[in-house]
């Protein structure tokens, strides 16, 4: 059966984003994006396992000695999350730089055309002026989030909820470029995700993990953009026009 046809979880959209990763037909949109990736989880991993490792032993020289137990479950939980959070931001910061490069990937995947008009320049301020817009939509619920996670005993339940907003977060990043290019403002991609949750926080959740694999996070941004064209065809409420690309062939 087509997975035009075929509901798909959110894991198995990302897969074959990074299956059709180098597809001739975008092959080119590509190559930018990844060297944009290559650059910043370059020098964002080696920065942030120093920033990991000082907000670790600073969350254990805080706590009394009578609460060292705490440090103990407390530590491994907060290194992840923390690692999680760094993991977002490079994302944020790089699908800024590269917005107008995946807009143009998303629209030619689904073998459409962008839009809105005005050419590449027109695509490109729309993009990065998106972009901006979701980060100050996943600013306001990251920053008091993250505070959460320097008090001590507190971030042992800030740090699942951080998961989940994180691969919520990053699957609305990913998802908004194929529906935007069919003009649907963040507001209404946000209803078209929370149509299908299941989905939506298992591809979100599942960049949020490749993100932290050395490698394969330099391949996570057009693998993510393809990944979540994808599950765009897959929703019954955006549907593809005749002419939309198979990429299951």
């Known amino acids: 059966m087509s997975i035009l046809r075929a509901p798909m979880s959110g894991p198995r959209c990302l897969w074959l ?15 930018a994006p990844l060297a944009i990736n290559a650059l910043l989880f370059g020098a964002g991993s080696v920065w942030a396992a120093g920033r990991v490792r000082s907000a670790v032993q600073s969350l254990q020289n805080a706590l009394p000695g009578w609460l ?73 619920r990251v920053v008091p989030l993250g505070l959460l996670l320097w008090v001590p005993g507190v971030n042992l339940f800030a740090g699942p909820v951080w998961v989940l907003l994180g691969a919520w977060l990053l699957a ?30 298992g591809f979100g959740g599942s960049v949020l993990l490749l993100g932290m694999l050395p490698v394969v996070n330099l391949l996570l941004m057009p693998a993510a953009v393809i990944g979540a064209c994808v599950l765009v065809r897959d929703l019954p409420a955006v549907s593809l026009d005749a002419g939309g690309q198979d990429l299951s062939s």
């Open 17 to 31: 984003g990074f299956a059709r990763l180098f597809d001739r037909r975008w092959r080119s949109l590509v190559l």
């Open 68 to 140: 060292d137990w705490l440090a103990f479950l407390a530590w491994p939980l907060f290194a992840l999350v923390l690692l999680l959070v760094f993991v977002y931001a490079f994302t944020a910061l790089a699908n800024l730089i590269g917005a107008p490069f995946n807009a143009v990937l998303a629209a030619r995947v689904l073998g459409e055309a962008p839009v809105s008009g005005g050419g590449w320049l027109g695509e490109a301020t729309r993009a990065v002026a998106n972009e901006l817009r979701k980060l100050a939509y996943f600013l306001v």
């Open 172 to 201: 609305l990043e990913y998802l908004d470029y194929p529906l935007a290019n069919r003009g649907l403002d963040f507001r209404a991609v946000r209803r078209s995700a929370g149509g299908m949750p299941l989905r939506t926080l």
